[in-house]
């Protein structure tokens, strides 16, 4: 089996295999194109070796630098970049790279098997540790091929490896420069590999780049700045006056306005996924306990209510908690909503007049979402209360577990995670997990899991996957809400048929690849 | 007079002594920055690492000397978010936010001072009750609504001016009007309560008891007297403008000191933060202590005070 998983892997690089290299690309590049954005920029931004794991960096990454192989519209994590071919070895404890020919750093340097090497050994960011411990050495094979070789069976990692906004220690810094003047003074004058180098930069404000012209693909726009427009509506005005082109994040208040506006497209791009969380449901004195209790809850959520409130009816009503634009996830019709058959069960339960929920907290700071929640969940005879905190708090509180959410409690997460089903697990559902910590133990399904990691036979995982997810969507562990939508806004400059054509990348809500973006003639 | 300036600078040192600790347990109490730097799903050990980079795993004792050794040599740290020392991204900053200040406090001014006066000369007439009603639509009209107004109406609709950021003089205009805005109020109030009360002093009547013309009154005599605290008041509302312009920086991306603070905030960037505060606090400390020394200089009976 592992061989066929290989031999699929193998075929899959070959037949994704390298775009052929097109020299002086941004020869015809012409025009500018400003992009307002909806935060200030961090300059660890500009650096991927220190990739925070959250999906903003990568904006930066994919104009400044390259991957080996990346996540590029509809490929997950196999599109080949500055690798023109890969393979993964049959028993998965190897991977091979060959790099194209003739890709150069910004300053000129050739691209080499040594500054993958380097980019690799020295990766400090967001899965550094996975990296590291499962990784026996790596290979220079000759000056354009590398090979990393693990201590066992390493089936994720073309997936972590190729996911930019999971890790980034396949996407190249050149050693000697990074070396020479340091990670501070790199991320204020980075040199990459990417479509666009560096002009200029006002730390937290503006990012200013142009075309390379010594990039493998064609690229269009000669000129890209990225501005940080914190207000809304500011950015709303900027694209009216046509002094931003594409601006992101445009807030449920706004969307009329733009939709109304002359030559502007919306970019209702999908993003993350909303869903509930029983904060310790196999307490015997929660009455969350009772699998009828949640199918209740799930009853009387009104989602594609919320859809249209929220998101201007530009999310999507899926049945499963985890996005589709990840490996292994299952497809999953979308739920009811039933507020009598809720209230019938609520009965069974042994709830004829409700209960009282002590919290509600939603994702800062989609409060408005929680509120919603509540305001549902009273039509069934559940009575909550919002709680609302600063985000890092948030965070803070679910690291600290059960001790942080006391007697019955209900969590509105949003998350987006690109790669693989089982990132999301890891995360929110198994016990002991980065955010699910011991609010949520499923022994069995944990059993499971950790089958599912220790096993290298493919469909094997797969079974074990959608077995997992398949269980915790008929036992209601988590309740699904809705996708919401990322909803961004084109300028009549940028040149696109479609909002797709500008936000072509599936497993992200941005605009990447750059080097694709064109200005209208 | 000597003594008067020492124990005057003693006092400025204390306060900023004091700005300092109150600054560093406030950002502390905000939370972990270090959550907030790393990956939603960083492990334990990769948390410590980070803490340990940027000192955070020492007790705040430590923490706390070591920012007050480097402030002293005149090093704020490093700004966690930007990888920049704090000094070098407040200088950056403060050019811009000189500007703004400059022109709203110009705006606040030349709103402000005449309507005062007006407004004092013809105490309890109509032209009274207009300057009264406007310095509480200034005190009382939020900044980021105006903000909004002005962009809906100079940018969008007439086109006139740019929606925001930085740039040339046009570039200021409407930040610069929805900042000086509010500090026209209370310049008005001052300038109006200032001027009566010159008005209602000795000196005055005998002016107009000499036949003066009512122009040279409340020009040549009153006029300059009631400016004192109205200047006094613009100094420091400079500085204030200058370092927490916040909700106007960021309604018009204007880069300047109070959007770096906005930002250093969400991040829980704690040297930004401290930076910025105590910068903005020795600001404001040092134009007290020259008023102070001026005031002495020019009125004996201040620096007999104690």
């Given at each position: 089996m592992i061989r066929v998983f290989t031999l699929a892997l193998v075929l899959l690089a070959a037949v994704t295999a390298a775009l052929p290299y097109v020299p002086?690309?941004?020869?015809?590049a012409k025009g500018k194109i400003v992009l307002a954005w909806h935060a200030g920029f961090a300059?660890?931004?500009?650096?991927p070796q220190e990739h925070d794991g959250t999906a903003t960096p990568d904006n930066f990454f994919w104009a400044l630098h390259d991957g080996l192989v990346k996540n590029q519209g509809t490929k997950?994590?196999?599109?080949p970049a500055l690798a023109e071919k890969f393979s993964i070895a049959a028993d998965a404890k190897s991977a091979t790279f060959t790099l194209r020919k003739g890709v150069k750093f910004h300053n000129g340097d050739p691209i080499t098997a040594q500054d993958v090497k380097f980019s690799y050994e020295s990766y400090r960011g967001a899965k550094a540790d996975v990296f590291k411990n499962r990784t026996e050495r790596v290979e220079i094979v000759d000056a354009g091929t590398i090979r990393f070789v693990f201590?066992?069976?390493?089936?994720d990692f073309g997936i972590l490896f190729g996911t930019s906004n999971v890790a980034a220690p396949g996407w190249i810094v050149p050693e000697k420069y990074y070396k020479q003047v340091g990670p501070d003074a790199f991320k204020q004058k980075p040199i990459g590999a990417g479509p666009y180098k560096l002009v200029r930069q006002e730390p937290g404000v503006k990012v200013e780049m142009e075309a390379f012209d010594g990039y493998y693909r064609p690229v269009h726009t000669k000129e890209l700045v990225m501005v940080a427009v914190p207000e809304a509506a500011t950015r709303v005005a900027m694209l009216e006056r046509g002094e931003a082109d594409i601006i992101y994040n445009v807030p449920g208040e706004l969307i009329n306005k733009v939709k109304s506006m002359k030559g502007v497209t919306l970019a209702p791009v999908l993003s993350g996924s909303f869903f509930l969380e029983f904060v310790?449901?196999?307490?015997?004195?929660?009455?969350?306990?009772d699998t009828r209790v949640r199918e209740a809850v799930s009853l009387a959520i009104d989602r594609r209510g919320m859809n249209q409130v929220e998101s201007g009816g530009l999310g999507k009503v899926s049945g499963n908690w985890i996005n589709d634009d990840v490996l292994y996830a299952l497809d999953w019709p979308e739920f009811p909503r039933n507020v009598e058959k809720a209230k019938q069960l609520l009965r069974e339960a042994g709830y004829p007049n409700g209960f009282d929920v002590d919290w509600v907290t939603p994702l800062p700071a989609f409060y408005s979402r929680g509120e919603r929640v509540i305001a549902q969940l009273r039509e069934v005879g559940i009575r909550g209360r919002l709680q609302t905190m600063e985000r890092g708090i948030f965070f803070q509180k679910l690291r600290g577990g059960l001790k942080e959410f006391p007697g019955v409690q209900l969590i509105l997460h949003g998350v987006r995670i690109a790669g693989s089903w089982s990132f999301w697990y890891e995360a929110y559902m198994k016990c002991g997990g980065s955010n699910s910590r011991d609010r949520i133990c499923v022994k069995e399904l944990d059993d499971k899991f950790d089958r599912y990691e220790k096993s290298v036979n493919p469909a094997e995982r797969k079974k074990l996957a959608e077995e997992i997810q398949r269980a915790i969507l008929e036992n209601h562990y988590l309740v699904p809400v809705y996708r919401h939508a990322f909803v961004n806004a084109i300028g009549p400059k940028v040149a696109a048929q479609k909002w797709q054509d500008v936000f072509p990348t599936i497993t992200t809500g941005y605009a990447y690849p750059w080097e694709d973006l064109k200005v209208r003639d | 007079m000597a003594a008067f300036i020492a124990r005057r600078i003693l006092y400025s040192v204390v306060t900023l002594v004091i700005l300092s600790g109150t600054i560093f347990l406030i950002v502390r109490l905000t939370g972990d920055p270090v959550l907030l730097m790393?990956?939603?799903?960083?492990s334990t050990e990769d948390l410590a690492r980070i803490r340990q980079q940027w000192g955070l795993d020492r007790s705040w004792a430590v923490q706390y000397v070591t920012f007050m050794q480097n402030a002293l040599t005149g090093e704020l740290g490093k700004s966690f978010n930007y990888r920049l020392p704090v000094s070098e991204l407040y200088f950056q900053r403060l050019p811009n936010s000189l500007q703004l200040g400059l022109f709203a406090t110009l705006i606040s001014l030349l709103i402000g001072v005449p309507a005062g006066i007006v407004s004092a000369v013809k105490v309890n007439t109509w032209w009274d009750s207009i300057a009264k009603g406007v310095a509480l639509l200034g005190l009382s009209i939020p900044g980021f609504w105006l903000g909004l107004v002005l962009i809906l109406v100079f940018s969008v609709s007439l086109r006139w001016l740019p929606t925001s950021g930085a740039g040339d003089w046009r570039h200021v205009l409407m930040p610069a009007v929805a900042l000086g805005w509010y500090f026209a109020a209370s310049m008005l109030r001052l300038t109006r309560s200032s001027m009566l009360e010159v008005l209602g002093s000795e000196y005055i009547k005998l002016a107009r008891l000499k036949g003066l013309p009512d122009v040279v009154v409340i020009a040549m005599h009153a006029f300059k007297n009631a400016l004192i605290p109205v200047f006094t008041l613009a100094g420091v509302n400079l500085v204030v403008m200058v370092n927490a312009a916040v909700i106007i920086e960021v309604i018009f991306a204007w880069p300047g000191i109070g959007r770096l603070l906005y930002e250093g905030i969400f991040q829980r960037d704690f040297p930004l933060v401290q930076g910025v505060v105590i910068l903005a606090g020795f600001m404001i400390v040092g134009i007290n202590l020259v008023v102070d020394i001026a005031y002495a200089v020019i009125d004996p009976r201040i620096r007999l005070t104690r």
């Open positions: 002086s690309a941004a020869a015809a300059s660890r931004w500009l650096d997950l994590f196999d599109h201590k066992e069976p390493f089936l310790n449901f196999q307490d015997p004195k929660n009455p969350f306990r | 790393a990956e939603a799903g960083a």
